[in-house]
T-cell receptor, first 114, second 114 residues
Framework: DQQVKQNSPSLSVQEGRISILNCDYT??????FLWYKKYPAEGPTFLIS?????DKNEDGRFTVFLNKSAKHLSLHIVPSQPGDSAVYFCAASRGIQGAQKLVFGQGTRLTINP | DTGVSQNPRHKITKRGQNVTFRCDPISEHNRLYWYRQTLGQGPEFLTYFQNEAQLEKSRLLSDRFSAERPKGSFSTLEIQRTEQGDSAMYLCASSLGQASGGYTFGSGTRLTVV
């Protein structure tokens, strides 16, 4: 029972363009969502989060959009840089104030081409 | 503050042996989490502690697995009678309460059971 799904295992984007990573969830009890970035041989690093009372959160080049009716969230990276090449995981949690037990998607490998 | 520290980084063991991993969280963090990640998948929740109390355990955590956090600081995860299916990256993370900024992961311990 995959409650959080990232249907694209990989994505390749030109440097300077927009990267859009997508995530779908099935459990309507989730009310806090996060994106993590992972480099090889390192643990995941927190990137950005959004609670279900919002539909958008922005932090520099990173914006997360939440569509609760569609149970869908996306991460936009603009402009994409070579250092953004990594595996990106979306995660969901109950608890509107922040992360508790997280349910992760399978990840999307993003490659930024010079 | 050196972040979340996990030891060892790598462990190779023979099937049937017992192994123990250690996690040292960020010092002021009261919550500590264990996750397991296999190839091509996102991290899966195993268990979490608030201070020394183990508050939740996943059904993934069979009776061969035990986790402790005796003084509310470092934690150990022990796997008894290891099986080849236990081969994975074991990740530890910590947070101060329900973290709006997600939690901080360590670099993980990679277990290979041969």
């Amino acid at each position: 029972d995959q409650q959080v799904k990232q249907n694209s295992p990989s994505l390749s984007v030109q440097e300077g363009r927009i990267s859009i990573l997508n995530c779908d969830y099935t459990n309507s009890m989730f009310d806090y969502f996060l994106w993590y970035k992972k480099y090889p041989a390192e643990g995941p690093t927190f990137l950005i989060s959004i609670s279900s009372i919002k539909d958008k959160n922005e932090d520099g080049r990173f914006t997360v959009f939440l569509n609760k009716s569609a149970k869908h969230l996306s991460l936009h990276i603009v402009p994409s840089q070579p250092g953004d090449s990594a595996v990106y995981f979306c995660a969901a949690s109950r608890g509107i104030q922040g992360a508790q037990k997280l349910v992760f998607g399978q990840g999307t490998r993003l490659t930024i081409n010079p | 503050d050196t972040g979340v520290s996990q030891n060892p980084r790598h462990k190779i063991t023979k099937r049937g042996q017992n192994v123990t991993f250690r996690c040292d969280p960020i010092s002021e963090h009261n919550r500590l989490y264990w996750y397991r990640q296999t190839l091509g998948q996102g991290p899966e929740f195993l268990t979490y502690f608030q201070n020394e109390a183990q508050l939740e355990k996943s059904r993934l955590l069979s009776d061969r697995f035990s986790a402790e956090r005796p003084k509310g600081s470092f934690s150990t995860l022990e796997i008894q009678r290891t099986e080849q299916g236990d081969s994975a990256m074991y990740l530890c993370a910590s947070s101060l309460g329900q973290a709006s900024g997600g939690y901080t992961f360590g670099s993980g311990t990679r277990l290979t059971v041969v």
